[in-house]
């Protein structure tokens, strides 16, 4: 009963290639949250996303793109994979408060890397 | 620009020995702090939130402070399965997220 999931654990693939990341999570949270861990060990917010707003970093390249098919589902779609690409992306998901405060629970990570 | 600092970046300890990491932060109009654990080939796992300097929180031998620059993670009697990567994030008023690097436990038997 893993409260958030992503599929899959690795990806290997070639430069140039497009490749999506699944994520699925049964806390009945109403945000998710995209993540890049890079080689340093860096977590970097790409997206947040509730059935309200979509928040793009502005750091990141429009080649990656958030769908959401329903509110349990954020996955990540990446066109014309780069080397620097590769890193370990990791899925999160919060429930909205009135405090603002969002505590968010992660995913195991997709380990990508890019040939 | 908002900042997350962690020091030491690394942390060797024996089994029972006592001490702290500290987690500094700058960030406009702080929201909430969290801390979490991650171990080797997984994702960050949550352990506290604290809301406002002065708030303390305790889970079995981890214990985090707060105050208005700095967080504390004090960890008393470590055991070996305390050894991971223990990761601090603020959250702004604008609703920023902002992780730190980190820093790696090991505590040996």
């Known amino acids: 009963d893993t409260a958030v999931s992503q599929t899959p654990k690795y990806l290997v693939t070639q430069m140039g290639n497009d490749k999506s990341i699944k994520c699925e999570q049964n806390?009945?949270?109403?945000?998710m949250y995209w993540y890049k861990q890079d080689s340093k060990k860096f977590l970097k917010i790409m997206f947040s996303?509730?059935?309200?707003?979509?928040?793009i970093n502005e750091t990141v390249p429009n080649r990656f793109s958030p769908k959401s098919p329903d509110k349990a589902h954020l996955n990540l779609h990446i066109n014309s994979l780069e080397l620097g690409d590769s890193a370990v992306y990791f899925c999160?998901?919060?429930?909205?408060?009135?405090?603002?405060?969002?505590?968010?629970?992660f995913g195991p990570g997709t380990r990508l890397l890019v040939l | 620009e908002d900042q997350v600092t962690q020091s030491p970046e690394a942390l060797r300890l024996q089994e029972g020995e006592s001490s702290s990491l500290n987690c500094s932060y700058t960030?406009?109009?702080?929201?909430?702090l969290f801390w979490y654990r991650q171990d080797p080939g997984k994702g960050p796992e949550f352990l506290f939130t604290?809301?406002?300097a002065g708030e303390e929180k305790e889970k079995e031998r981890l214990k985090a402070t707060l105050t208005k620059k700095e967080s504390f993670l004090h960890i008393t009697a470590p055991k070996p399965e305390d050894s991971a990567t223990y990761l601090c994030?603020?959250?702004?008023?604008?609703?920023?997220?902002?992780f730190g690097a980190g820093t790696r436990l090991t505590v040996k038997p």
């Open positions: 999160a998901s919060s429930r909205f408060v009135a405090s603002g405060v969002e505590t968010q629970y």
């Open positions: 806390l009945g949270h109403d945000t």
């Open positions: 996303y509730n059935n309200k707003e979509l928040i």
């Open positions: 960030v406009s109009g702080l929201r909430g």
């Open positions: 604290l809301y406002s």
């Open positions: 994030a603020v959250q702004a008023a604008n609703n920023d997220m902002r």
